[in-house]
C-alpha cells in the first residue's frame, strides 16, 4: 500500500543526518544530576576559526595597482602647479588641485636605503632586506620599494646613487610589493 502525504510515519523510525568531524566536537561535556543545578553549570567555552571575506577598495589608488599587474609604474602630476609625485597622489599637496596620472620612468637612482633586520610577517622570512628610496629626473618625490639583487649583509654607501631598473612581479598581487627594483646592469 502506497503512503501518501497526509498519513503520518510511525515515530519509531529514526532519521538520522550524516555526522562529520567538523565544526566543534566536545567530550564528556559536565552536566548536572538535578535540573535545578542547571543555573550553577560553568559557560561552554568553544575556540573555532572565523573567516570572513575582507572586501577592500583601492579608490583613487586604483589606477597605480592596475599599473603594477601591466608592468608600469605610475606616477602623479599637479595639473596647475606641475608637482610631481613619485607616489601617487590624487590632489596636489601644495595647492589642492586635482593630479593626472603618469607613467614614470622604470629606470632610476637609489636616493637612500636601509637595512631592516625585522619585518612584518610578510617579510620576515626574507631578512634581513633592503627598503630603498628611488629618484628620478624631473620628478618632485621619492618612491620607497624593496632592492633586490645586492647583499643586505654587506651594505655599502656605493649605493646611493646607483642606477637601478623596476621589475615586477609576474603574478601580481595588488599590493605595493608587486614592484621592486635591481641593480641596472
Known sequence: MKQTCLEKKPLTEKIKL?????????FR??????????????????????????????GQDSPFFAGLANGKLLGTKCSKCGYTYGT?????????????????????????????????EEFLKETPFVLALIEWDKVDTLFLTRLVGVDAANPSLDWVG????????????FKPTDVYF????
Not at 561535556?29 to 543555573?39: E, T
Not at 560553568?42 to 573555532?48: D, F, L, T
Not at 635591481?182 to 646592469?185: I, L, Q
Request: charged share 25%; net charge positive.
Open 18 to 26: 550524516a555526522e562529520t568531524d567538523d565544526g566543534a566536537i566536545l
Open 29 to 58: 561535556v559536565p552536566f548536572p544530576k538535578n535540573l535545578k543545578d542547571l543555573h550553577d553549570m560553568s559557560p561552554i567555552i568553544i575556540k573555532q576559526p572565523y573567516h570572513i571575506d575582507y572586501i577592500h577598495s583601492f
Open 88 to 120: 601617487p597622489k590624487g590632489h596636489c599637496m601644495n595647492c589642492g588641485t586635482r593630479c593626472n596620472w603618469i607613467e614614470l620612468p622604470l629606470t632610476g637612482r637609489v636616493h637612500t636605503f636601509t637595512v631592516c633586520q625585522f619585518g612584518s
Open 162 to 173: 646607483m642606477k637601478v631598473r623596476a621589475q615586477f612581479k609576474r603574478n601580481a598581487k
Open 182 to 185: 635591481v641593480p641596472e646592469k
